[in-house]
């Protein structure tokens, strides 16, 4: 059987907070084995590339799919689509950016280097918990997914 994770990579506390919430309320941390947060880029890729204090996790396990926050310290979510993409083993995997950006340059760039999504994070906690169920539950319910 497949165990179903997903990946957050969120810097800030609350935002991470009101994320797994939102995710409890629509249901999504139920039809999940796993949602694992990373606090900033290194530690995302580390934990997908099975390194640092994921070494022997085994990296061919990849999550559902994973909910990027592009402003991130050291390594920006950016820079870690980059690296997925470029990667044989995670070049196709999920990846939604979910960013308090919504300046086009950013839109733009993030689809260039491969997002399979774009969503800026609403304001209100109603309109954010909203996102989040409806994202969960595609990515997790309604999208084929590459990944097994």
Do not use: C
């Not at 999940?32 to 996790?57: I, K, N, P, Q, S």
């Not at 954010?128 to 990515?139: C, D, P, Q, V």
């Amino acid at each position: 059987m497949t165990r179903k994770t997903i990946l957050l990579v969120e810097d800030d506390r609350d935002q991470t907070r009101l994320a797994l919430r939102a995710m409890r309320e629509h249901g999504i941390l139920e039809a999940t084995d796993e949602v694992v947060v990373a606090e900033d880029g290194e530690e995302a890729l580390d934990f997908l590339f099975g390194r640092g204090e994921y070494t022997g996790r085994d990296p061919t396990l990849k999550p559902e799919f994973v909910l990027l926050d592009i402003k991130l310290p050291g390594i920006d979510g950016l820079e870690v689509l980059r690296r997925l993409r470029e990667d044989e083993e995670t070049g196709l995997l999920p990846v939604i950016l979910f960013s308090s950006s919504s300046e086009r340059e950013d839109v733009i760039r993030g689809y260039e280097l491969g997002a399979n999504s774009y969503v800026a994070k609403p304001t209100n906690f109603d309109e954010f918990s909203e996102a989040m169920g409806y994202l969960g539950w595609y990515w997790l319910n309604i999208n084929e997914s590459p990944v097994e």
